[in-house]
């Protein structure tokens, strides 16, 4: 069965109660149970991790890119700045897919800019969680 990394970046465990408007209702758990599900019915095991920090998200990356056939990550605020996680991106093998819960075009202007977008091979914003639903879509066709 081929794995897939699912990732979240800062203040992405507190999706649910974190301005609601915008980020919606649901949990991080929700999230992690509902795509492990689909992932399930896809063939495909998806390995969930968040953090709050640049360097553990890279770390968990490097451990775990070997054995992975893709990786699903919301990278949270780290996609406006974060050189380092662009550069660990940069260096895995496997198809890698930006998912965005908000439209970050429709919202500040610093929040246009992703720096990690150039090194992955898709993006997906503004669509909620089923953001990430379509990015398992997209590994399931492999
Ligand atoms: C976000 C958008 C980012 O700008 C923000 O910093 C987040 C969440 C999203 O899913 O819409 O933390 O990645």
Known sequence: MKTILLIHG?????????????????TLPEIETMMTARGRECRLAVRTFQSNHEG????????E?????GIIINP????H???????CLTAVACPVIEVH???VHKREAWRRT????????GVIGGLGVDGY????EYFREK
């Not at 890119?65 to 056939?69: E, G, V, Y």
């Not at 949270?76 to 996609?79: D, E, K, P, T, V």
């Not at 700045?81 to 550069?87: F, W």
């Not at 992703?114 to 091979?121: F, W």
């Open 10 to 26: 800062p203040n992405l465990n507190r999706l649910g109660d974190r301005e609601p408007e915008i980020y919606g209702r649901t």
């Open 56 to 63: 553990a998200i890279i770390d968990f990356i490097q451990g």
């Open 65 to 69: 890119q070997a054995a992975a056939s």
């Open 76 to 79: 949270g605020a780290l996609a």
């Open 81 to 87: 700045y974060a050189y380092a996680l662009r550069d």
């Open 101 to 103: 819960i908000s439209n």
């Open 114 to 121: 992703s720096i990690l977008a150039e090194v992955c091979t």
């Open 133 to 136: 639903l379509l990015a398992l």
